[in-house]
């Protein structure tokens, strides 16, 4: 079993819908985050966060210490939305390495 | 502008043949990362170095080699020992290899193919 899951891996929505990819960890964390990946391959960090929930924009993420998961919300979604989203952590005896998640493809269609 | 950068995009080699993979960034990090990312799996960390000059592996660090000369930059040399050498690679870097909760910044990637 992976350290990191995500879910679901694949995610098809129509444009302005709302958008839920969840992220389950077994492992005690400093820090999770939250990455984007083009179809080109370039990795953008979109949150890094230890609790509570952050908002950027359409985006917002939120994190559950106790339970070991975390969400990232897309509302009304679009068409340029569409990418790997990839749920990180960081562990607490690890340092700054990060485990990652296998990722989950989102495609928004018009 | 700062950032990583990573050449080639695109790399082609014959099996057998070392190839070395450039990785560059100007944000006057410490710590820089190699990543390996294969098709349904998650990234998987090759090597990191915490500070110039010093560098530990990381997950599957079998058939690569890594040097830390300068601050700036870390080169990834992937051997003829690497049994499946073919996949998308990824640079990153942080301000500080040590401490908890760095960001890390990723270069645009380099996508290997051994024939």
């Known amino acids: 079993k992976n350290e990191v899951e995500q879910s679901p891996q694949n995610l098809t929505a129509q444009e302005g819908e709302f958008i839920t990819i969840n992220c389950s960890y077994s492992?005690?964390?400093?820090?999770l985050h939250w990455l984007q990946q083009h179809p080109g391959g370039g990795i953008v960090s979109l949150f890094m966060?230890?609790?509570g929930k952050k908002k950027h924009g359409r985006l917002i993420a939120t994190i559950n210490i106790q339970e070991k998961h975390s969400s990232l919300h897309i509302t009304a979604s679009h068409p340029r939305d569409s990418a790997v989203y990839i749920c990180?952590?960081?562990?607490?005896?690890?340092?700054?390495?990060?485990?990652f998640g296998e990722g989950t493809q989102l495609t928004v269609n018009p | 502008d700062g950032g990583i950068t990573q050449s080639p995009k695109y790399l082609f080699r014959k099996e057998g043949q070392n190839v070395t993979l450039s990785c560059e960034q100007n944000?006057?990090?410490?710590?820089m990362y190699w990543y390996r990312q294969d098709p349904g799996q998650g990234l998987r960390l090759i090597y990191y170095?915490?500070?110039?000059?010093?560098?530990q592996k990381g997950d599957i660090a079998e058939g690569y080699s890594v040097s830390r000369e300068k601050k700036e930059s870390f080169p990834l040399t992937v051997t003829s020992a690497q049994k499946n050498p073919t996949a998308f690679y990824l640079c990153?870097?942080?301000?500080?290899?040590?401490?908890?909760?760095?960001?890390?910044?990723f270069g645009p990637g380099t996508r290997l193919t051994v024939l």
């Open positions: 990180a952590v960081r562990q607490e005896t690890s340092g700054s390495r990060l485990t």
């Open positions: 966060l230890s609790s």
């Open positions: 944000l006057n990090h410490d710590a």
């Open positions: 492992v005690g964390i400093s820090a």
């Open positions: 170095s915490q500070i110039v000059n010093d560098f």
């Open positions: 990153a870097s942080s301000i500080n290899g040590g401490r908890a909760g760095n960001e890390q910044f």
